[in-house]
């Protein structure tokens, strides 16, 4: 047994151990300690209280912690807030710059419930960037993108019109104006025209004079800056009643000093700009069209997918190998081999129509067994004839460009050169953006890229779709806002030259960043035009070479009347329906357009170029108001 010896609690006893289990020894203890309260009562035992007792959640009822707490959390809360309202974005720009150039642009989107929609953000007045004048269902929502424009929009080229305009009236004298040829002079001053569209309006004149000049190949200035200018020049700001004027007599036109249009060409033209416009989503590969020389003919590629991305396939092989020399069409067409089509079909639109008299002739006469005889006939050679008119038309066709895929970088590295590899007979490049808007992704030639550039729709804020009842009213240039088809936009290299050709429905051009010259034909010099035939790959394009036409060949041409005017930064052409228009670019420059709707075109125009019902001819169709097509 132990020797250790222990004093019980509350007790003066000195006890050792295992010892004081013995009944004596508590009674001694109890007597002692009674004796020391002086013979009074024992006390009653109380219970303690538990009140700072530890337990696992006892910390709640403590109120100093309850006051630490409380502290803590609004210290922190102000401190989150003052963070957020001078620190833009709320986050590092490293950061942002990685997530702006992340592969389709992180593929993060805004959503409308919940971006921006915390109370850190509403307490700082506002709930999300929204982009100037974007509408809710047409164009991007991206956040790559929205970061981008409010960058711009508020640090870098916040809105101011007058600075805008002061950059494309620069931009203008930077590459000095034109003026009309002594041998263009019109009854109507250009740059301050009527109020209504006069009589002859607009004045054209013979095509080879106006070639002649300034000879097409050739995207030097001339020295004596003179051109054939026939159009109207119309300032937004003074001149907007008139121009609706000549919109409304379907009279082509150009737009100058729009405050939307300038303030998009100078955040375009801003050094940086294009390239993280273009380069936020890295890996988009855009449509790219490559020629041998400065000629570009649009042409529909029927063959089948398999056979495209062969021919691509192939195409970029060869020039791994032997460089940009390659090319498997020969970049417009032979003329010759052109011509003789353009017989061919002259000779089927002769024999349909005697086949058509023929028809009228044997209903008038039903007992003429020779009558009918000689409309099975006449049917044979019509049938025989459009075979091989077709066949003819492609005999020696191969496609005139090749369609690549490339960024905007690539695309910059080819068409960005020194003049010594520039020249008609070096190869040229043309890159090209689609923004599809309403129209979606199921158009017949499949020439719409759904969602590769619907940003521009945020950029060209003046082609977007708004109809009559829309609180910001329709816009100028979109006569039938519901029939849009787009918008397309093409940046050319020095000297690109594409054909002569028309289209099925109005048409509104900007250009924002270089030069072009636009050479214009009414829709009534279509006689005089050679138009390839409907169903042609490249139809509603000119036969003929107007670098170097071949006038044995299309002896008519001689006949042809144009104007022309030079396209500069800032500025939009108005061309109505059927308009045939011949584009050289000068510089390095950008391009958009949008088309909407069309204009009924009936009587003379028709009949003069061929198109009566049941020719065969060039692809022209007349498009009614409603923006239905109608043969």
Known sequence: MSSMQHRRPHSNVTVANGDSDSREERRMERRLAKE?????????????SDKYRKSPWGWKSDPYFQITFLSFSLFSLVGVILFKTFHHSGESPHWAARRAY?????????????AGGSLLTKLRGQRKYVIPESMENIGTKKRW????????????????????????????KRQGLYRQSPQAQTPYDIHNCPEHPP???????????????????DPTRPKHSEIYQGICVFDYRTDLRKAARY???????????DPAVARTAERWNHPGYMEKLLMGNEDTM????YSPNNHFMYWVDKRPKDQRRAAAKTFKDKMKDNGEEIHNGFGRGNQVAMGEAMHDIEEFNELKARLEEAKAYASHHEDDDEAREEVEVLKRKVAKAKNDKKEAALANWQPPTENLRMTYLDWLKHANVTDDKLGPDNPHWYFRLIGCGAMGDHTEDGSCDKGSSEWLFDELTFFQPREEDDESGRPFYLVEPSHQKGIHCRFGMRGVIAENHFDLSRNAITLLGGQRRYILGDPSQCVNMNLLPRGHPSARHSAVDWSNPDLEEFPTFLKTHVNEVVMQPGDVLYLPTNWFHYIVSLELNMQCNTRSGGEKKTGNISASAGFEAGLEGPAIVWVERSGDRKS
Request: overall charge positive; hydrophobic content about 20%.
């Open 286 to 289: 855009r449509r790219t069209e």
């Open 36 to 48: 020391r309260r002086g013979g009074v009562k024992k006390l009653r035992r109380v219970k303690r």
């Open 102 to 114: 992340q592969p389709n642009g992180g593929d993060s989107e805004y959503n409308s419930d919940n």
């Open 199 to 217: 009589e002859g309006y607009p004045m054209q004149w013979p095509v080879l004079d106006v070639t002649r000049n300034w000879p097409t190949d």
């Open 145 to 172: 993108y929205t970061d981008l424009r409010r960058e711009y929009d508020t640090e870098i080229l916040p809105k101011d019109d007058e600075r805008s305009l002061k950059f494309v009236e620069a931009e203008r």
């Open 247 to 257: 919109q409304r007599r379907e009279r082509p036109f150009i737009m100058r000093n």
